[in-house]
């Protein structure tokens, strides 16, 4: 197909057309590419093979013929993609597409899928009728029918999004959130770079970010909580001396946390004799867990089963700051927030908690950084930027520190003025939990956005 002369042209071009990196290409396909015209005009090195099987069929039909194709999603977001998107915004226009996310529909193959209909035309362009399915199950044709007709049920969204633009990245969202989206990002855009160069490449832009003004880090590992955890039997004075305190992710809530868990922590170093003689509650506890304790994963050293397995970020965390937590996982199939909360200082994160530490030179409070993450409009950054596996927002160190942040001008009164009524009007929150003062909150970042 790639060097095929073909001198017809079409009205429908359906396919499964192949993709493949071009890192992973076989030598004579690369040699075929680099002398295709089409290629060489369109694309590099960094691009897919799918790109040429799109833009040629698109060259191929008639005015008003349609192209429907059923390939992965990725080249809609990525930076290398763009000539092919700037391609076919100025050749036509979306009619459908299908978004199929996590949901398995070629064995072995794990991309996101889509099903498109573009038509290639010089005429004026509708919205594109977008349909999502969220359900990590295989797919039938009843669930195909539904969608096509867009009957609401479970794991299903619909949506009508304006075509898209040149120089843009597609997001299959509605229109408000792809203008907020951009509204947040014109906001934490680096002063510093090169604005030349930005207006012939949009996705050059750099943003301040979570990762520039804070430390991140997941938490503690022990390999068995239940085992861990202290559920009020007696403790001697040695034994309250050798306990964490944990936020686990279940007690998480935007803003705050509900309640602290006890763990049992005897550090490192002692033989089983002073384990006895030292802590012979804990000693008791454990023994009905020892044989699940002992096929705990070793981490290429011996690990006394009365110890933690992988104390990952213990420096950090053993900070006397304050910190913010957050679950490593959250599952945004029923709800439309993430739970970031303020918890105290040595307060631990275990495995299932991602925390966040203000970096020593950032001015900005804690109580702002915690109220920007908790914004609604990160939220949807997130859910169209971040790392969504089904229905599923990972919250690891690197896509929390990837977040755009939004710095405060210091020189700016107005700017001082919304930092200090956020953080004081979070404060009082946390101690009153009055939703009004989230209105204030939420008022406050749209003035600092200035979204009217
Ligand atoms: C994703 S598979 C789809 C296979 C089949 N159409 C289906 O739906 O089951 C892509 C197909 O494109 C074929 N292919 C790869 N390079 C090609 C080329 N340059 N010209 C024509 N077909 C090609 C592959 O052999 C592969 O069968």
């Known amino acids: 197909?790639?060097?095929?002369?073909?001198?017809?042209?079409?009205?429908?071009?359906?396919g499964n057309p192949p993709y493949i990196r071009w890192k992973n290409l076989e030598d004579d396909l690369k040699q075929e590419l680099s002398t295709n015209t089409i290629w060489n005009k369109y694309f590099n090195s960094l691009c897919d093979y799918l790109y040429i099987?799109?833009?040629?069929?698109?060259?191929?039909?008639?005015?008003?013929?349609?192209?429907i194709f059923i390939c992965p999603e990725y080249w809609m977001n990525t930076t290398h993609s763009i000539s092919l998107r700037n391609f076919m915004v100025s050749n036509g226009y979306?009619?459908?597409?299908?978004?199929?996310?996590?949901?398995?529909?070629?064995?072995?193959v794990t991309v996101s899928i889509v099903i498109f209909k573009f038509v290639k035309s010089k005429q004026s362009k509708g919205k594109i009728k977008v349909a999502k399915y969220y359900a990590n199950q295989k797919l039938t044709v009843e669930t195909l029918t539904k969608l096509k007709f867009q009957e609401d049920f479970k794991d299903a969204e619909y949506l009508q999004v304006s075509q898209f633009k040149k120089n843009e990245r597609w997001l299959l969202q509605s229109d408000e959130v792809r203008e907020e989206l951009k509204i947040l990002e014109n906001n934490c855009?680096?002063?510093?770079?090169?604005?030349?160069?930005?207006?012939?490449?949009?996705?050059?832009?750099?943003?301040?970010?979570?990762?520039?003004v804070c430390d991140i880090g997941n938490g503690l590992v022990n390999g068995l909580d239940k085992a861990f955890q202290v559920n009020g039997f007696l403790l001697n004075e040695h034994e309250k001396k050798a306990t964490l305190n944990v936020v686990k992710a279940k007690d998480l809530k935007p803003f705050f946390a509900e309640s602290v868990t006890k763990y049992i922590f005897i550090k490192d170093g002692l033989n089983e004799t002073e384990v006895i003689e030292i802590y012979p509650n804990f000693y008791q506890h454990f023994q009905k867990y020892k044989e699940d304790l002992d096929k705990r994963y070793q981490y290429n050293r011996k690990i006394n089963y009365w110890e933690w397995v992988f104390l990952r970020?213990?420096?950090?965390?053993?900070?006397?700051?304050?910190?913010?937590?957050?679950?490593?996982?959250?599952?945004?199939?029923?709800?439309?927030?993430?739970?970031?909360?303020?918890?105290?200082?040595?307060?631990?994160p275990t495995q299932d908690v991602t925390a966040i530490f203000k970096?020593?030179?950032?001015?900005?409070?804690?109580?702002?950084?915690?109220?920007?993450?908790?914004?609604?409009?990160?939220?949807?950054?997130?859910?169209?930027?971040?790392?969504v596996k089904g229905n599923i927002v990972e919250f690891s160190e690197k896509p929390i520190a990837s977040i755009p942040f939004r710095i405060i001008d210091w020189n700016n009164s107005n700017e001082l003025f919304l930092h200090n009524t956020i953080t004081e009007t979070v404060k009082q929150y946390l101690k009153t939990k009055m939703q009004?003062?989230?209105d204030t909150i939420n008022y406050s970042f749209n003035k600092l956005f200035e979204i009217t």
């Open 313 to 348: 970020n213990f420096t950090l965390f053993s900070k006397r700051d304050k910190r913010i937590f957050v679950p490593c996982k959250e599952r945004i199939s029923n709800k439309n927030y993430f739970r970031f909360a303020l918890v105290d200082k040595a307060t631990f």
């Open 94 to 108: 979306f009619e459908e597409i299908y978004h199929f996310n996590e949901t398995p529909i070629f064995d072995k």
């Open 53 to 67: 099987f799109i833009l040629k069929s698109i060259e191929l039909l008639n005015e008003k013929g349609q192209l």
């Open 189 to 212: 855009v680096k002063k510093t770079q090169n604005s030349l160069l930005n207006l012939f490449n949009e996705e050059k832009l750099e943003f301040n970010t979570i990762g520039d």
């Open 359 to 387: 970096k020593a030179n950032t001015k900005e409070s804690l109580e702002y950084i915690l109220a920007y993450l908790n914004n609604p409009i990160i939220f949807d950054w997130l859910k169209c930027n971040g790392i």
């Open 1 to 14: 197909f790639v060097s095929a002369k073909i001198n017809k042209k079409f009205d429908l071009i359906i």
């Open 436 to 438: 009004s003062d989230i």
